[in-house]
């Protein structure tokens, strides 16, 4: 139940407003004597208060797409802007944040301080950093779980806490690589409300996934394939 939106390959909105405007990108890698073309002439933006998965098969230029949105990489061709944001240099800790598939705890830090370590990154002290850090903990029902390492953790209890690491810092946008990949399809969804409810109304998530039925908790789903935008559906499950 979802309907095609015109103009495959962009997402409607105002530029002047755009979180993150992208403009013709490609990305070419080198692999031995072999160019790989990942992404091939992209245009999208992406607006406050966005929620937008990007669906695709693995090499289809989903993990290169978000990668370029959030200025970890950069573009072969093409150009990249953030209006709303600001210069790329200053979006990471704080206006940007990542959620990634792999675990990306780190190994020595506790639950509290894993969410912490951002804000403290930012220049905010330790004793109210871990403060802010525990109560997105419990927020997210993971306050007993503080003092845990993250090899302590089951693979849904670890995303929850990456989760609460990307948002405490209030961001604006949120890029998701593939959160729920290593996630049983029940423990899938579970993270999937955890994440849609703790998002601030204003702000955009940009989430990759290869997995429909997480697709569809979004409001648009930008097919990709081939390294290209081949269109753009609305999730009616996700304007709900």
Do not use: C, Y
């Amino acid at each position: 139940m979802r309907d095609v939106i015109d103009r495959p390959g962009l997402h409607l909105g105002r530029l002047d407003t755009a979180l993150v405007s992208a403009h013709d990108l490609t990305r070419d890698f080198r692999v031995g004597t072999q160019t790989v073309h990942a992404l091939r002439g992209v245009s999208v933006w992406v607006a406050p208060g966005d929620r937008i998965a990007l669906l695709g098969s693995s090499g289809s230029g989903k993990s290169t797409l978000l990668h370029l949105l959030g200025a970890l990489d950069a573009p072969t061709s093409g150009t990249l802007s953030w209006p709303a944001l600001g210069a790329p240099d200053t979006l990471r800790p704080g206006r940007v944040s990542f959620v990634f598939q792999a675990q990306s705890l780190l190994a020595p830090l506790s639950a509290v301080e894993n969410v912490a370590l951002p804000l403290i990154l930012n220049g905010q002290d330790q004793g109210s950093a871990l403060h802010e850090a525990q109560e997105w903990l419990e927020r997210l029902d993971l306050g007993a779980l503080a003092d845990q390492l993250p090899e302590e953790l089951s693979g849904g209890q670890a995303q929850r806490v990456a989760v609460a690491r990307a948002l405490v810092t209030r961001p604006r946008l949120i890029l998701a690589d593939e959160p729920t990949g290593q996630l049983d399809s029940a423990t899938a969804q579970q993270l999937m409300d955890v994440l849609l409810a703790a998002l601030e109304p204003g702000s955009a998530l940009v989430l990759a996934t290869h997995d429909p039925a997480v697709a569809t908790r979004l409001k648009d789903v930008w097919h990709l394939q081939g390294g290209a935008v081949s269109g753009i559906t609305r999730s009616v499950r996700g304007l709900t």
